[in-house]
């Protein structure tokens, strides 16, 4: 194949005031995994909304194996031109069952009045086993956990790319044509997970399948993509085979400019033994929790973390009172609450704030302005009678903006408009407004870039250094853990087994503890 699957030559586009896109080419060959890196408003998904036909370019090309797409691109034209996407948002609609969702593209495109469910939901169970996933074709996709969402939107587009049964195609050594994107798919991941994807995306580009992999895990990136593009401000800042470039080149082309990845010079690591105990969890039990017991002390920075399904992921919902605990009791300087009991309400009240995962459905409202995000948990202080003083409300937006360096610094403009990581930046402010004396926060830098990044590192450590707030920072990222926490807690089938604390830290350490069931030091 002399013609590379997908080649884009000088793409502009502007949006408003922003020059989203200035002259990028980018060339994906047939069987190439290139990742796509930079900052969140680099440029990324613009990039690939204009390749789905999402919007229209300013200027430019592009062509898919040889043929030239004419601008706009139409939805026709791009699946009969094999290529498929997985957007960060999976474009997956929850109220619709696991198959209706796996079929939307085929339902688009059909001609029939009469469908055979049957023989559907027999394909469906078919390619979910293919993919090693157990999901019930008439399952609703919000009763799905967000990695078998993630897995389901990827097996969909595969199948968009003309594979039927991709272990057949191997092994008969059929070539595909096409490319497929994966937009920061690997965010909600675990480990495990991702190995898999790893190993799915090695078979589908064995035939000839080119694929784009965006990811702002540099790690992921060096294990599983040949080339790399890099995005800066628009720009194409590097082009070249991953084998000739190190981490940490790559962050500098990203930020243009070296990062300053020394938590330490933002708040040293106190050690757990000098704090005293602000908060102690006894017999939590609920969801995949089996009696689980520990303390978090004054001013420290506690890492939960575990294989996917271990429990720790519900500790920060059922703290809260966003998930109703079976039993076990919460003590905050000596006080003592019944889980059982706890609500958002009273949680707040008490000094205890919560930072979803799920940004999208969970943390912030897409529609809303930033100014009404940032005030919804203070609302009722600045309303006098049915009046509000919305002049207020907007400079307490602001200085939070300001504050907490959100770009752009408008609190007129739409949450759902912001790069994930001011989006994040965003949702940190609302809470860390409120002082609470104990922050939950869960997966609190994923899908955000390296800069924004370090920016919420230090707004998490400085919280804990100079308020004296203690936080619980639930998460799969280990280098995450191993940068910020005091103490890390391992979890395996529901209990805490394994306690790390200090320089005992390590990835190593915390992987050894989660696969290997770990033992109890505490």
Not at 128 to 140: A, N, Q, R, V
Not at 444 to 454: F, H, K, L, N, Y
Request: net charge neutral.
């Amino acid at each position: 194949m002399s013609s590379p699957v997908v080649e884009v030559r000088d793409l502009s586009k502007r949006l408003g005031a922003t020059q989203a896109l200035d002259q990028v080419s980018v060339r994906v060959e047939h069987g190439e995994i290139r990742a796509l890196v930079g900052e969140n408003g680099s440029g990324k998904s613009t990039l690939i909304k204009v390749l789905s036909g999402y919007y229209v370019p300013d200027s430019g090309s592009i062509t898919v194996d040889g043929n030239v797409m004419d601008f706009p691109i139409q939805t026709r034209k791009v699946k009969r031109s094999r290529l498929s996407f997985v957007q960060q948002d999976l474009g997956l609609i929850l109220s619709l069952t696991a198959l209706e969702n796996f079929e939307l593209h085929e339902f688009a495109y059909q001609n029939s009045w009469c469908l055979n469910w049957r023989r559907r939901r027999a394909r469906f169970q078919s390619q979910m086993e293919l993919y090693g996933l157990d999901i019930d074709s008439k399952t609703p996709v919000n009763e799905l956990s967000r990695t078998k969402q993630t897995l389901l939107a990827i097996a969909r587009a595969v199948q968009n790319l003309g594979i039927e049964d991709l272990s057949a195609d191997v092994r008969s050594g059929r070539s595909v044509a096409g490319m497929l994107v994966l937009d920061e798919v690997t965010t909600s991941l675990p480990h495990a997970d991702t190995t898999h994807l790893f190993s799915l995306m090695r078979s589908v580009a064995g035939m000839g399948v080119g694929i784009l992999f965006v990811s702002h895990d540099l790690t992921e990136v060096k294990e599983i993509a040949q080339s790399i593009t890099v995005l800066r401000n628009g720009r194409v800042v590097g082009d070249q085979s991953i084998l000739n470039i190190g981490e940490s080149e790559i962050s500098r082309m990203m930020l243009g400019g070296d990062v300053n990845t020394s938590t330490g010079e933002l708040s040293p690591k106190m050690g757990a033994q000098d704090k005293g105990n602000f908060a102690v969890v006894d017999n939590l039990e609920g969801g995949a929790l089996r009696r689980a017991s520990f303390t978090v002390k004054a001013g420290e920075i506690l890492g939960l973390t575990g294989l996917l399904g271990s429990g720790y992921e519900e500790v920060g919902p059922l703290l809260f009172g966003a998930s109703k605990a079976k039993q076990g009791t919460l003590s905050i300087s000596g006080e003592a609450f019944e889980l059982r009991l706890m609500e958002p309400k009273k949680a707040m009240r008490i000094g205890i704030g919560l930072v979803p995962e799920d940004r999208k459905t969970s943390a912030g409202i897409d529609a809303l302005s930033l100014e009404e995000n940032l005030s919804i948990p203070v609302v009722s202080k600045f309303q006098r009678w049915s009046a509000l003083s919305h002049k207020k409300l907007k400079k307490r937006a602001y200085d939070l903006m300001t504050q907490y360096q959100v770009r752009p610094l408008n609190p007129e403009i739409q949450f759902g408009s912001l790069s994930g990581g001011n989006q994040q930046k965003v949702v940190l402010a609302k809470w860390m407004a409120l002082d609470p004396q104990l922050l939950l926060l869960q997966e609190p830098t994923q899908g955000v870039d390296i800069g924004a990044r370090w920016e919420i590192f230090r707004i998490i450590k400085d919280s804990a250094k100079s308020k004296g707030m203690s936080i619980v920072v639930s998460s799969t990222d280990l280098q995450q853990l191993c940068d910020l926490c005091d103490r890390v807690l391992v979890f395996y089938r529901g209990e805490v087994i394994a306690h790390l604390e200090g320089s005992d830290i390590s990835k190593h350490a915390i992987d050894v503890a989660m696969l290997q069931g770990g033992v109890k030091t505490s």
